[in-house]
């Protein structure tokens, strides 16, 4: 079964430092990965995603991410952080529906990585 | 404009007690669904659809029931409510399931509270 594992649940890192969120996904196939962002009292917004070609991916807010095969991970890295970007972070795989397949109607979340970012 | 919109955002009910739980996204998106977060679980999927009149299960969807008689609007009923379903429901929607150029879009979510 898919399944997808973020090892860490809360990060703390200073302002201005670099991050690195983990995540490694469980999928027989070829994974869709996605990285959503979730602020206090908010929804989801989706930071970045993998399909398929160079395995370095840029996000929205500076954000990338890089998938390893061979590690079967897909970890969020940005160089800076920012105050504002303390919030909750999710991997998700997309696993195909059963009866429409589609590359992301059920998405299998990790679950989450809470960052507070130091003054 | 307002992308996925959920109402209400707050809810307490007693066991036993009905409700829906409303979405409606204004993208004219094909895909809608439901899921919920629970703390230390991530988002798990309860209901989904693929269109108008469409609807099927997800992960999780005893408790629950969906229709999608509109395009824009995807409604989820608790029918009688339990303590367990005590959670916060997100409702997203996408153009289509084909998520390369169409991301799911999540409304700000509903926090329901069963006593």
């Known amino acids: 079964a898919q399944s997808v594992t973020q090892p860490d649940i809360h990060i703390t890192v200073s302002e201005g430092a670099s991050l690195e969120l983990r995540c490694n996904y469980s999928y027989g196939a070829t994974p869709y990965l996605f990285w959503y962002v979730q602020s206090p009292g908010q929804g989801l917004q989706l930071l970045l995603k993998y399909f398929s070609g160079d395995t370095l991916v840029q996000g929205i807010k500076g954000f990338e991410a890089e998938f390893k095969r061979s590690q079967s991970s897909f970890n969020l890295r940005k160089p800076s952080v920012h105050w504002s970007d303390a919030a909750e972070y999710f991997c998700?795989?997309?696993?195909?529906?059963?009866?429409?397949?589609?590359?992301?109607?059920?998405?299998?979340f990790g679950k989450g990585t809470k960052l507070s970012v130091k003054p | 404009n307002a992308g996925v919109t959920q109402t209400p955002k707050f809810q307490v009910l007693k066991t036993g007690q009905s409700m829906t739980l409303q979405c409606a996204q204004d993208?004219?998106?094909?895909?809608m669904s439901w899921y919920r977060q629970d703390p230390g679980m991530g988002l798990r999927l309860i209901h989904y659809?693929?269109?108008?009149?469409?609807?099927d299960q997800g992960e999780v969807p005893n408790g629950y029931n969906v229709s999608r008689s509109t395009t824009e609007d995807f409604p989820l009923r608790l029918l009688s409510a339990a303590p367990s379903q005590t959670s916060v429901y997100f409702c997203a929607s996408a153009q289509t399931l084909s998520s390369y150029n169409s991301p799911l879009h999540f409304g700000n979510g509903t926090r329901l509270t069963v006593t």
């Open positions: 993208m004219n998106h094909e895909y």
């Open positions: 998700a795989v997309a696993a195909a529906l059963l009866n429409y397949g589609g590359s992301q109607g059920n998405l299998i």
């Open positions: 659809s693929v269109g108008a009149g469409i609807t």
